[in-house]
Protein backbone atom coordinates (compact mmCIF):
# COMPACT_ATOMS: atom_id res chain seq x y z
CA UNK A 1 0.00 0.00 0.00
CA UNK A 2 2.85 2.21 1.16
CA UNK A 3 4.81 1.39 -1.72
CA UNK A 4 2.24 2.15 -4.39
CA UNK A 5 1.03 5.36 -3.01
CA UNK A 6 4.88 6.69 -2.48
CA UNK A 7 4.89 6.19 -5.96
CA UNK A 8 2.21 8.43 -7.14
CA UNK A 9 3.20 11.13 -5.06
CA UNK A 10 5.50 13.96 -6.27
CA UNK A 11 8.37 15.05 -4.68
CA UNK A 12 6.98 17.69 -2.14
CA UNK A 13 3.66 15.46 -1.67
CA UNK A 14 5.76 12.55 -0.54
CA UNK A 15 8.03 15.06 1.91
CA UNK A 16 4.59 16.24 3.07
CA UNK A 17 3.49 13.08 4.24
CA UNK A 18 6.75 12.57 6.17
CA UNK A 19 6.64 15.18 7.69
CA UNK A 20 2.91 15.58 8.71
CA UNK A 21 3.91 12.08 10.19
CA UNK A 22 6.47 13.23 12.37
CA UNK A 23 4.86 15.96 13.39
CA UNK A 24 2.11 14.31 14.81
CA UNK A 25 4.50 12.66 16.54
CA UNK A 26 4.41 15.73 19.07
CA UNK A 27 0.65 16.03 19.32
CA UNK A 28 0.80 12.23 19.83
CA UNK A 29 3.41 12.31 23.08
CA UNK A 30 2.82 15.53 24.70
CA UNK A 31 1.45 16.07 28.20
CA UNK A 32 -0.43 19.71 27.74
CA UNK A 33 -0.27 20.33 31.59
CA UNK A 34 3.21 21.03 31.23
CA UNK A 35 4.30 20.89 27.58
CA UNK A 36 6.09 18.19 28.44
CA UNK A 37 6.96 15.34 25.49
CA UNK A 38 8.19 11.61 25.63
CA UNK A 39 11.36 10.61 24.40
CA UNK A 40 10.12 7.56 22.69
CA UNK A 41 6.42 6.49 22.16
CA UNK A 42 7.16 3.11 23.51
CA UNK A 43 4.83 2.88 27.09
CA UNK A 44 6.34 4.78 30.04
CA UNK A 45 8.84 6.67 28.60
CA UNK A 46 10.14 10.00 30.28
CA UNK A 47 10.35 13.24 28.85
CA UNK A 48 13.52 14.50 27.02
CA UNK A 49 14.30 18.19 27.29
CA UNK A 50 15.74 17.93 23.36
CA UNK A 51 12.85 16.54 22.39
CA UNK A 52 10.82 19.76 23.59
CA UNK A 53 13.14 21.63 22.13
CA UNK A 54 12.25 20.66 18.96
CA UNK A 55 8.80 20.56 19.83
CA UNK A 56 8.77 23.95 20.13
CA UNK A 57 10.40 24.61 17.18
CA UNK A 58 8.20 22.61 14.79
CA UNK A 59 5.01 23.87 16.53
CA UNK A 60 5.24 27.24 14.01
CA UNK A 61 5.91 24.68 11.31
CA UNK A 62 2.26 23.17 12.10
CA UNK A 63 0.88 26.37 12.42
CA UNK A 64 2.30 27.16 8.68
CA UNK A 65 1.18 24.31 7.11
CA UNK A 66 -2.21 24.20 8.91
CA UNK A 67 -1.87 20.65 11.14
CA UNK A 68 -2.97 22.96 14.31
CA UNK A 69 -4.26 26.40 15.08
CA UNK A 70 -2.10 29.43 16.16
CA UNK A 71 -4.23 29.42 19.59
CA UNK A 72 -3.46 25.45 19.87
CA UNK A 73 0.14 26.16 18.89
CA UNK A 74 0.23 29.08 21.85
CA UNK A 75 -1.02 27.17 24.41
CA UNK A 76 1.32 24.25 24.32
CA UNK A 77 4.36 26.77 23.93
CA UNK A 78 2.95 28.32 26.93
CA UNK A 79 2.68 25.45 29.26
CA UNK A 80 6.20 24.25 28.42
CA UNK A 81 7.67 28.52 29.16
CA UNK A 82 5.74 28.32 32.39
CA UNK A 83 6.42 24.80 33.24
CA UNK A 84 10.66 25.46 33.15
CA UNK A 85 10.15 29.15 34.66
CA UNK A 86 8.64 27.64 37.85
CA UNK A 87 10.48 23.96 38.02
CA UNK A 88 11.98 23.47 40.94
CA UNK A 89 16.01 24.17 41.02
CA UNK A 90 18.84 22.74 43.45
CA UNK A 91 22.14 20.64 43.60
CA UNK A 92 19.54 18.10 45.35
CA UNK A 93 18.34 15.18 43.59
CA UNK A 94 14.76 15.82 43.60
CA UNK A 95 14.90 18.86 40.91
CA UNK A 96 14.11 19.39 37.33
CA UNK A 97 17.30 21.99 37.08
CA UNK A 98 20.24 23.67 38.21
CA UNK A 99 21.65 26.95 37.29
CA UNK A 100 19.26 27.54 34.54
CA UNK A 101 20.41 23.93 32.90
CA UNK A 102 18.02 21.14 33.09
CA UNK A 103 18.11 17.40 33.88
CA UNK A 104 18.55 15.17 30.64
CA UNK A 105 15.57 12.98 31.25
CA UNK A 106 12.43 14.22 33.38
CA UNK A 107 9.17 12.65 34.76
CA UNK A 108 6.34 13.41 32.43
CA UNK A 109 3.49 14.30 34.84
CA UNK A 110 6.10 16.00 37.64
CA UNK A 111 9.16 17.02 35.62
CA UNK A 112 11.37 15.77 38.16
CA UNK A 113 14.87 14.20 37.54
CA UNK A 114 14.63 10.45 36.87
CA UNK A 115 17.00 7.76 35.99
CA UNK A 116 19.76 9.64 37.68
CA UNK A 117 20.49 11.32 34.49
CA UNK A 118 22.87 14.21 33.88
CA UNK A 119 22.32 17.79 33.71
CA UNK A 120 22.66 18.20 29.86
CA UNK A 121 24.45 20.87 28.60
CA UNK A 122 24.07 20.54 24.52
CA UNK A 123 20.13 19.06 25.79
CA UNK A 124 19.50 22.25 27.25
CA UNK A 125 21.19 23.99 24.65
CA UNK A 126 18.61 22.57 22.20
CA UNK A 127 15.62 23.31 24.73
CA UNK A 128 16.85 27.09 24.68
CA UNK A 129 16.81 27.04 20.76
CA UNK A 130 13.13 25.94 20.74
CA UNK A 131 12.17 28.16 22.82
CA UNK A 132 14.14 30.63 20.87
CA UNK A 133 12.29 29.95 17.94
CA UNK A 134 9.09 30.12 19.96
CA UNK A 135 9.83 33.67 20.64
CA UNK A 136 10.45 34.72 16.57
CA UNK A 137 7.16 33.32 15.54
CA UNK A 138 5.03 34.38 18.38
CA UNK A 139 5.17 38.08 17.42
CA UNK A 140 1.72 39.00 18.41
CA UNK A 141 0.18 41.83 20.93
CA UNK A 142 -1.73 39.71 22.76
CA UNK A 143 -1.10 38.70 26.58
CA UNK A 144 -0.49 35.22 25.24
CA UNK A 145 2.26 35.65 22.73
CA UNK A 146 3.92 38.65 24.24
CA UNK A 147 4.20 35.89 27.58
CA UNK A 148 6.15 33.52 25.61
CA UNK A 149 8.59 36.33 24.41
CA UNK A 150 9.15 37.30 27.63
CA UNK A 151 9.42 33.98 29.39
CA UNK A 152 11.88 32.26 26.39
CA UNK A 153 13.95 35.72 27.08
CA UNK A 154 13.93 34.99 30.79
CA UNK A 155 14.56 31.40 30.17
CA UNK A 156 17.83 31.89 28.21
CA UNK A 157 19.00 34.73 30.53
CA UNK A 158 18.93 32.63 33.46
CA UNK A 159 21.31 29.92 32.30
CA UNK A 160 25.06 30.22 34.04
CA UNK A 161 26.70 29.24 30.98
CA UNK A 162 30.15 30.60 32.89
CA UNK A 163 29.54 27.82 35.22
CA UNK A 164 29.41 25.57 32.59
CA UNK A 165 33.01 25.68 31.70
CA UNK A 166 34.46 24.62 35.47
CA UNK A 167 37.92 25.26 35.00
CA UNK A 168 38.64 24.58 30.94
CA UNK A 169 38.28 26.77 28.32
CA UNK A 170 36.03 24.28 26.87
CA UNK A 171 32.28 23.84 28.21
CA UNK A 172 31.65 20.92 29.95
CA UNK A 173 29.26 17.99 28.71
CA UNK A 174 27.03 17.47 31.80
CA UNK A 175 27.29 17.06 35.74
CA UNK A 176 25.62 15.38 38.57
CA UNK A 177 24.95 16.78 41.88
CA UNK A 178 26.84 13.77 43.97
CA UNK A 179 30.10 14.05 41.28
CA UNK A 180 30.45 17.08 40.27
CA UNK A 181 30.81 17.96 36.16
CA UNK A 182 31.20 14.53 34.37
CA UNK A 183 35.21 13.85 33.44
CA UNK A 184 35.21 14.62 29.65
CA UNK A 185 34.07 17.58 27.70
CA UNK A 186 33.31 18.34 23.84
CA UNK A 187 36.62 16.74 21.72
CA UNK A 188 36.27 16.90 17.85
CA UNK A 189 33.51 18.44 15.73
CA UNK A 190 29.95 17.57 16.70
CA UNK A 191 26.12 19.01 17.19
CA UNK A 192 27.47 21.27 19.89
CA UNK A 193 28.29 24.43 17.71
CA UNK A 194 24.48 25.96 18.61
CA UNK A 195 25.87 25.33 22.80
CA UNK A 196 28.54 27.67 21.69
CA UNK A 197 26.66 30.05 20.24
CA UNK A 198 24.08 30.46 22.76
CA UNK A 199 27.04 30.78 25.63
CA UNK A 200 29.15 32.97 24.31
CA UNK A 201 26.17 35.15 23.41
CA UNK A 202 24.59 35.21 26.92
CA UNK A 203 24.28 38.92 28.68
CA UNK A 204 24.66 38.36 31.61
CA UNK A 205 26.90 34.71 32.07
CA UNK A 206 28.61 33.90 28.67
CA UNK A 207 31.44 31.64 28.53
CA UNK A 208 35.02 33.03 27.87
CA UNK A 209 35.79 34.59 25.00
CA UNK A 210 37.98 31.96 23.75
CA UNK A 211 35.80 28.97 24.37
CA UNK A 212 34.24 28.48 21.04
CA UNK A 213 38.21 28.77 19.77
CA UNK A 214 39.46 26.17 22.30
CA UNK A 215 36.83 23.68 20.97
CA UNK A 216 37.65 24.23 17.12
CA UNK A 217 41.05 23.56 18.22
CA UNK A 218 40.28 19.56 18.92
CA UNK A 219 39.03 19.53 15.26
CA UNK A 220 39.66 16.41 12.90
CA UNK A 221 40.24 17.44 9.25
CA UNK A 222 40.33 14.19 7.11
CA UNK A 223 40.32 13.57 3.15
CA UNK A 224 37.78 10.57 2.95
CA UNK A 225 37.24 8.86 -0.74
CA UNK A 226 38.30 12.40 -2.14
CA UNK A 227 36.45 14.42 0.21
CA UNK A 228 37.43 17.29 2.40
CA UNK A 229 36.01 17.20 5.18
CA UNK A 230 36.17 17.90 9.05
CA UNK A 231 35.03 15.12 10.25
CA UNK A 232 32.05 13.41 12.52
CA UNK A 233 31.17 10.07 12.21
CA UNK A 234 27.47 9.98 12.80
CA UNK A 235 25.06 11.88 10.42
CA UNK A 236 23.26 14.04 13.43
CA UNK A 237 26.35 15.61 14.04
CA UNK A 238 26.31 17.11 11.02
CA UNK A 239 22.44 18.05 11.83
CA UNK A 240 21.14 19.36 14.93
CA UNK A 241 22.99 22.54 14.71
CA UNK A 242 22.11 22.83 11.44
CA UNK A 243 18.18 22.49 12.08
CA UNK A 244 18.28 26.40 13.93
CA UNK A 245 21.67 27.84 12.16
CA UNK A 246 21.99 28.37 8.28
CA UNK A 247 25.63 27.94 7.81
CA UNK A 248 25.09 28.13 4.44
CA UNK A 249 27.78 31.36 3.66
CA UNK A 250 28.75 32.26 6.95
CA UNK A 251 32.48 31.35 7.98
CA UNK A 252 34.18 31.37 11.46
CA UNK A 253 38.12 31.02 11.27
CA UNK A 254 38.56 27.91 11.29
CA UNK A 255 36.31 27.17 7.72
CA UNK A 256 38.26 30.89 6.32
CA UNK A 257 41.42 28.69 6.45
CA UNK A 258 39.96 25.49 4.55
CA UNK A 259 38.06 27.72 2.05
CA UNK A 260 34.43 26.15 3.19
CA UNK A 261 31.83 26.31 5.66
CA UNK A 262 29.62 24.22 7.71
CA UNK A 263 26.76 23.99 5.28
CA UNK A 264 29.77 22.37 2.54
CA UNK A 265 31.00 20.19 5.25
CA UNK A 266 27.47 18.66 6.21
CA UNK A 267 26.70 18.54 2.08
CA UNK A 268 30.25 16.41 1.45
CA UNK A 269 29.52 14.43 4.90
CA UNK A 270 26.07 13.18 3.73
CA UNK A 271 27.62 12.29 0.30
CA UNK A 272 30.53 10.44 2.12
CA UNK A 273 27.98 8.22 3.92
CA UNK A 274 26.42 7.31 0.70
CA UNK A 275 29.93 6.23 -0.59
CA UNK A 276 30.52 4.43 2.19
CA UNK A 277 27.54 2.43 1.86
CA UNK A 278 28.79 1.91 -1.70
CA UNK A 279 32.30 0.33 -0.54
CA UNK A 280 30.20 -1.25 1.93
CA UNK A 281 33.70 -2.91 4.03
CA UNK A 282 31.90 -5.55 6.45
CA UNK A 283 29.50 -6.74 3.64
CA UNK A 284 26.00 -5.57 5.30
CA UNK A 285 23.47 -6.77 3.88
CA UNK A 286 21.14 -4.07 1.83
CA UNK A 287 24.19 -1.25 1.72
CA UNK A 288 24.29 0.71 -1.42
CA UNK A 289 23.49 4.08 -3.66
CA UNK A 290 20.15 4.65 -2.09
CA UNK A 291 20.59 2.73 1.15
CA UNK A 292 23.08 4.50 3.36
CA UNK A 293 23.28 6.79 6.50
CA UNK A 294 24.73 6.21 9.99
CA UNK A 295 23.27 7.93 12.93
CA UNK A 296 22.83 7.92 16.69
CA UNK A 297 20.10 5.63 17.12
CA UNK A 298 18.03 2.63 18.30
CA UNK A 299 19.69 -0.78 18.18
CA UNK A 300 19.11 -4.58 17.70
CA UNK A 301 20.84 -5.38 20.91
CA UNK A 302 23.97 -6.14 22.57
CA UNK A 303 24.72 -10.10 21.28
CA UNK A 304 26.71 -11.56 18.55
CA UNK A 305 25.96 -13.71 15.54
CA UNK A 306 27.60 -15.04 12.57
CA UNK A 307 26.97 -13.34 9.31
CA UNK A 308 28.52 -14.95 6.07
CA UNK A 309 30.76 -16.75 8.44
CA UNK A 310 31.72 -14.03 10.60
CA UNK A 311 30.96 -13.35 14.03
CA UNK A 312 29.54 -10.05 14.03
CA UNK A 313 28.55 -7.88 17.26
CA UNK A 314 25.17 -5.73 17.61
CA UNK A 315 24.51 -2.63 19.60
CA UNK A 316 21.05 -1.10 21.48
CA UNK A 317 20.91 2.03 20.73
CA UNK A 318 24.56 3.34 19.55
CA UNK A 319 26.29 6.25 17.74
CA UNK A 320 27.15 4.89 14.40
CA UNK A 321 29.51 6.49 12.41
CA UNK A 322 30.85 6.20 8.55
CA UNK A 323 33.63 5.29 8.14
CA UNK A 324 35.41 4.44 11.10
CA UNK A 325 32.08 3.20 12.87
CA UNK A 326 31.53 1.60 15.05
CA UNK A 327 28.88 0.10 12.27
CA UNK A 328 26.99 -3.21 12.94
CA UNK A 329 24.18 -2.69 9.73
CA UNK A 330 22.03 -0.49 11.25
CA UNK A 331 20.67 2.37 9.10
CA UNK A 332 18.86 5.68 10.40
CA UNK A 333 16.45 6.22 8.20
CA UNK A 334 15.42 9.79 8.82
CA UNK A 335 19.00 10.74 8.54
CA UNK A 336 17.71 11.73 4.65
CA UNK A 337 15.15 14.03 5.52
CA UNK A 338 17.51 15.45 8.47
CA UNK A 339 20.09 15.28 5.04
CA UNK A 340 17.71 16.67 2.48
CA UNK A 341 18.90 20.79 2.96
CA UNK A 342 22.51 19.41 1.83
CA UNK A 343 21.84 16.89 -0.54
CA UNK A 344 18.31 17.02 -1.72
CA UNK A 345 19.19 14.81 -4.96
CA UNK A 346 20.48 11.87 -3.22
CA UNK A 347 18.38 12.19 0.22
CA UNK A 348 15.14 12.07 -1.82
CA UNK A 349 16.38 8.84 -4.21
CA UNK A 350 17.00 7.42 -0.77
CA UNK A 351 13.80 8.47 0.65
CA UNK A 352 11.97 6.48 -2.15
CA UNK A 353 14.23 3.83 -2.10
CA UNK A 354 13.09 2.79 0.99
CA UNK A 355 9.62 2.94 0.48
CA UNK A 356 10.02 1.05 -2.32
CA UNK A 357 12.19 -1.73 -1.35
CA UNK A 358 11.37 -1.77 2.68
CA UNK A 359 8.11 -0.33 3.17
CA UNK A 360 7.31 -2.53 6.00
CA UNK A 361 9.64 -0.41 8.21
CA UNK A 362 7.40 3.08 7.74
CA UNK A 363 4.50 3.21 9.79
CA UNK A 364 2.58 5.18 7.74
CA UNK A 365 5.16 7.46 6.65
CA UNK A 366 6.47 7.38 10.12
CA UNK A 367 10.24 6.84 9.91
CA UNK A 368 11.96 4.18 12.70
CA UNK A 369 14.64 5.09 15.08
CA UNK A 370 16.69 2.29 12.49
CA UNK A 371 16.60 -1.10 11.36
CA UNK A 372 19.05 -3.57 10.11
CA UNK A 373 18.42 -5.65 7.00
CA UNK A 374 21.29 -7.82 7.17
CA UNK A 375 19.52 -9.77 10.39
CA UNK A 376 16.46 -10.50 7.91
CA UNK A 377 14.59 -13.69 7.89
CA UNK A 378 16.70 -14.53 11.07
CA UNK A 379 15.03 -15.77 14.63
CA UNK A 380 13.12 -13.09 16.18
CA UNK A 381 13.64 -10.97 13.26
CA UNK A 382 10.91 -10.40 10.17
CA UNK A 383 11.58 -10.70 6.75
CA UNK A 384 13.51 -7.38 6.35
CA UNK A 385 15.41 -7.75 9.34
CA UNK A 386 15.49 -6.15 12.58
CA UNK A 387 12.87 -2.59 12.88
CA UNK A 388 13.09 -0.56 16.10
CA UNK A 389 9.85 -0.98 18.27
CA UNK A 390 8.08 2.56 18.99
CA UNK A 391 9.56 6.28 17.71
CA UNK A 392 12.02 8.56 18.78
CA UNK A 393 11.14 12.24 19.37
CA UNK A 394 14.82 13.49 18.46
CA UNK A 395 14.32 11.52 15.33
CA UNK A 396 11.02 13.12 14.48
CA UNK A 397 11.87 16.44 15.27
CA UNK A 398 14.71 16.54 12.89
CA UNK A 399 12.82 15.36 10.13
CA UNK A 400 10.42 18.18 10.64
CA UNK A 401 12.71 20.77 10.89
CA UNK A 402 14.84 19.70 7.99
CA UNK A 403 12.03 19.23 5.75
CA UNK A 404 10.53 23.07 6.39
CA UNK A 405 14.08 24.31 6.06
CA UNK A 406 14.19 22.64 2.60
CA UNK A 407 10.59 23.56 1.75
CA UNK A 408 10.83 27.11 2.68
CA UNK A 409 13.86 28.19 5.07
CA UNK A 410 11.19 28.69 7.90
CA UNK A 411 13.35 28.00 11.32
CA UNK A 412 16.59 29.43 9.34
CA UNK A 413 14.34 32.85 8.59
CA UNK A 414 13.29 33.09 12.17
CA UNK A 415 16.64 32.61 14.23
CA UNK A 416 18.21 35.03 11.59
CA UNK A 417 16.04 37.65 13.37
CA UNK A 418 17.08 37.01 16.69
CA UNK A 419 19.70 39.19 18.18
CA UNK A 420 21.30 36.38 20.40
CA UNK A 421 22.08 33.91 17.74
CA UNK A 422 23.46 36.75 15.83
CA UNK A 423 25.87 38.15 18.51
CA UNK A 424 26.66 34.66 19.54
CA UNK A 425 28.35 33.52 16.00
CA UNK A 426 29.64 36.69 15.98
CA UNK A 427 32.04 36.37 19.14
CA UNK A 428 32.69 32.31 17.83
CA UNK A 429 34.47 34.47 14.66
CA UNK A 430 31.70 33.79 12.15
CA UNK A 431 31.21 36.75 9.11
CA UNK A 432 29.87 37.10 5.75
CA UNK A 433 26.62 35.71 4.20
CA UNK A 434 23.35 36.62 6.04
CA UNK A 435 25.71 37.93 9.08
CA UNK A 436 27.05 40.73 7.07
CA UNK A 437 23.14 41.84 6.27
CA UNK A 438 21.14 43.62 9.02
CA UNK A 439 18.52 41.46 11.02
CA UNK A 440 15.30 42.09 9.43
CA UNK A 441 12.22 41.86 11.74
CA UNK A 442 11.17 38.20 12.50
CA UNK A 443 7.94 37.16 10.97
CA UNK A 444 5.13 35.66 12.99
CA UNK A 445 2.90 33.92 10.38
CA UNK A 446 2.18 33.93 7.05
CA UNK A 447 1.78 30.74 4.41
CA UNK A 448 4.73 28.93 3.77
CA UNK A 449 5.96 28.14 0.31
Excluded at 109 to 119: A, D, K, Q
Excluded at 289 to 300: I, M, Q, R, T, V
Excluded at 416 to 434: D, E, P, T, V
Aim: some cysteine; hydrophobic content about 35%; proline content about 5%.
Amino acid sequence: MLRAESAALSDDELLDRYQRAAFDYFLDNVNPENGLVADTSRPNSPASIAVVGFALSSYPIGVERGWMTRDAAAKLTLAALRFFSTSRQGNSDNVTGHKGFYYHFLDMRTGLRVWRCELSMVDTALLISGMLVASAYFSGDDDEEAEIRQLAEALYRRVDWRWAQGSSPTLRQGWKPKSGFLHYGWEGYNEATILYVLSMASPDSPTSDNSYEGWTATYQWENIYGYDVLYGGPLFMHQFSHAWIDFAGIRDAFMREKNSDYFENSRRSTYLHRDYARHNPYGYDGYEENLWGLSAGDGPGGFRTSVERQRRRFSGYAARGAPFGPDDGTIAPWSYPASLPFAPEICLAALRHLGDRYPEVIDNFRLPSGFNPTLANRRKFGRHGWVSEGHYGLDQGIVVMMIENHRSGLIWKLMRSNQHIRRGLHKAGFNGGWLSQPASPASGGGNVA
